[in-house]
């Protein structure tokens, strides 16, 4: 396109800002999320409507377009970066009003699996989604997933595995939850290429997440599920 | 430069920078195919046939053989298939599990020398695994990471690839019989990841003097048209190395890489096989204009697999 010409975000009423920073946030501009996002707070939106009308509808967009195959891999981890470019402008903002994210979830790869593309997707959904996310990283044992619940207190625990043969760990976490009477205090995800319906329910996890779409929808619901039932 | 022999009980397959490029089928694999899993797992074994002649027939020169699915019975699983793949076809296989037990057992009923996928840099699967690999005269594939993980540093994965070689030499392995896999990651993730694999296998190849084998797959997760970069990336990595890949002889565009491939490294003398498949006929025997004549004192025509005379 020869005549493409500087959009001026400020010339924009806000329903048209908020839709042009869910395509910008499509196609992982991070600079002019980070503007749309200023402009916004600038006009005496709150950093929690910033939050849920223009990152994370946006980052749904992109949640539900990668599902169905529309957009790869490069391009939602490129969206994901603009999303926290805004988050970044907004975390301080939220902090300083109380305002609570929609849940916490600590995620990590179970010990002895070292991947985590899938499971680095599924944090960057989840955060987009409006989550708080805290990643354990790759290699993670029980005592570690135990110590970090203790520590921030999340809805949710999700677990990764790659490998049939690092799988059956998430039993061995989920046997240490029951140990300690708290299993029953955490909506448990599971996912990972091997992994399917079938095995998520013989370890006893709450839901198996297919991909990272699915992952940060059934999250929303769960917990959305059992704040209802609260 | 390094030479791995693999075999079944009547065919042997070289593994080498001056040999035809080696195709390891990857079909065999419950990993992510929902109906094969169910199916072996309850001992239909129908595709598992399918998917062993089809690899072949396409130009398979081994076969990978996996049997990992969730809450079964893996070794005993692993060891039905190899015997079963090997009543249907005489091509060596690559036995693939990360459960040593299940590595045994299929050892143990597998007729030949075959290569074991595969043994990481952690102490205690080199411990287990060594030991199998040379009481059963096998060859095996060697993952250069350890208990740190994978490392982004091609240095660090040298180091480990190192180290599994001297380890394989310790417990009477020899060189050529450690096959190191690169670890490609996913370039849709990671933008170093095919510019880092050519440059360790380069190092691999000149500097540790060992055969490479990878899955070609891996490396274009995420993103659409897989099979136009698995090609580009297996003609890649075999100019800078690669000497084997577990991949899918069935899509076209990765077995026409490897074939291009094997002429532009020599290794496909006088381009004969390219030929044979690439001819633009009229079938051959048939008479016609653009049909190749016909040697029939010779017993047959196309294209000798060597120059006749």
């Known amino acids: 396109m020869s005549d493409e010409q500087e959009l001026d975000l400020t010339s924009l009423d806000d329903a048209e800002l908020v839709e042009q920073m869910h395509n910008d946030l499509y196609d992982g501009l991070a600079d002019e999320v980070a503007q749309g996002t200023n402009i916004l707070l600038g006009r005496g939106w709150g950093p929690e409507k910033v939050l849920a009308e223009a990152l994370v509808e946006g980052m749904r967009i992109v949640g539900v377009d990668f599902r169905d195959g529309i957009l790869f891999v490069p391009e939602v981890l490129l969206a994901a970066n603009a999303m926290k470019r805004g988050m970044a402008i907004l975390r301080p903002l939220l902090a300083a009003t109380g305002a609570k994210p929609i849940g916490k979830v600590v995620i990590g790869t179970v010990k002895g699996d070292i991947h985590d593309i899938g499971k680095n997707l599924v944090g960057m959904m989840l955060e987009g989604a409006g989550f708080e996310v805290i990643d354990l990283g790759i290699n993670t044992d029980a005592d570690k997933f135990l110590a970090a619940l203790e520590e921030h207190q999340p809805d949710i625990l999700g677990m990764s595995a790659l490998l049939t043969t690092t799988m059956p760990y998430m039993k061995t976490v989920i046997a240490a939850l029951k140990e300690r009477g708290i299993r029953d205090k955490y909506i448990v995800l599971v996912g990972g290429a091997p992994l399917n319906e079938e ?6 996890a709450d839901a198996y997440c297919r991909d990272a779409a699915v992952a940060s929808e059934t999250a929303k619901r769960l917990v959305e599920a059992r704040r209802a039932a609260a | 430069m390094a030479r791995t022999v693999i075999s079944s009980a009547t065919r042997e397959v070289v ?15 419950p990993t992510g195919r929902k109906i094969l899993a169910e199916e072996m797992k309850n001992g239909d074994f129908s595709r598992v046939e399918r998917d062993a002649l089809a690899q072949v027939e396409a130009g398979a020169q081994m076969l990978d053989v996996n049997a990992g699915i969730p809450l079964a019975d893996e070794p005993a699983i692993l060891a039905s298939t190899i015997q079963l793949v090997q009543s249907l076809t005489d091509v060596p296989l690559s036995i693939d599990s990360s459960i040593v037990e299940a590595l045994e057992a299929g050892l143990r009923v597998y007729k030949g020398k075959a290569l074991v996928n595969s ?24 993952i250069p990471n350890d208990e740190t993980g994978i490392s982004f540093d091609i240095d660090v994965r040298f180091a480990v690839a190192k180290m599994i070689v001297e380890r394989a030499l310790d417990h009477g392995i020899p060189r050529e019989d450690v096959v190191v896999d690169p670890l490609v990651m996913p370039i849709g993730a990671a933008p170093s990841a095919g510019r880092d694999a050519f440059r360790f296998l380069a190092r ?22 897989r099979e136009g970069i698995n090609g580009a990336f297996l003609s890649m990595a075999i100019a800078s190395g690669l000497t084997s890949a577990i991949t899918n002889p069935l899509a076209e565009g990765v077995r026409q890489a490897v074939m291009a491939s094997d002429v532009l490294t020599g290794n496909d003398r006088d381009a004969s096989r390219w030929i044979r498949a690439f001819r633009p006929v009229t079938a051959v025997g048939e008479v016609g204009p653009g049909a190749r004549r016909v040697n029939a004192r010779r017993g047959g025509g196309g294209a000798p697999s060597s120059p006749v005379g």
């Open chain 2, 119 to 142: 043994v990481t840099g952690e102490d205690d699967r080199l411990e287990r695994v060594l030991p199998l690999v040379r009481r059963y005269g096998a060859a095996v594939v060697a």
């Open chain 2, 15 to 29: 593994i080498g920078g001056d040999q035809p490029f080696v195709i390891i089928g990857e079909r065999i694999n």
């Open chain 1, 199 to 204: 095995f998520s329910q013989a370890v006893g």
């Open chain 2, 204 to 225: 691999l190849r000149d500097e540790l003097g060992v055969n490479t084998t990878c899955g070609a797959s891996n490396v274009s997760f995420g993103l659409p048209n």
